[in-house]
């Protein structure tokens, strides 16, 4: 298993695992070890469509069904593009979440550019608009 989420979700829970589990009916995954894929999964721009286009249920979790995940355009990218948000994902998973803030902003302004979005729309994507 590479890249994975879990059916049920209160955030972004897209996650690497380099180990041999196998998980239940519960989690879905792709067997592709593909971190510019991750970091896409993972970004501002895609958790807020997921927000828009997921069910939602009691609680405030998500039901992240294989027909709106599989909705989540994945933009092109260049090589040089793909290697940078690599580099950033590997420093994340390097640091073990601790103190990435920094790496995750940087991900989604790259993300936030393959994806063609100004930084208005970005600002919305943050919630901070008034």
């Given amino acids: 298993m590479r890249c994975s989420h879990q059916e049920i979700a209160t955030h972004q829970a897209f996650a690497w695992e380099s180990k041999s589990l196998y998980p239940n009916n519960k989690v879905f995954f792709i067997p592709d070890p593909n971190y510019y894929l991750l970091a ?15 069910g939602k249920m009691a609680g405030g979790t998500y039901a992240m069904q ?5 909705q989540i355009p994945i933009p092109t990218a260049t090589e040089a593009e793909q290697k940078a948000i690599e580099i950033l994902v590997q420093k994340c998973l390097d640091a073990k979440g601790q103190n990435v803030t920094q790496w995750e902003q940087e991900i989604d302004a790259i993300v936030a550019r393959l994806y063609g979005l100004s930084d208005e729309e970005m600002e919305i994507i943050r919630g901070n608009t008034d």
């Fill in 40 to 54: 896409i999964l993972n970004s501002k721009i895609v958790w807020f469509f997921l927000d828009h286009v997921v």
């Fill in 66 to 70: 294989k027909p709106q995940v599989s």
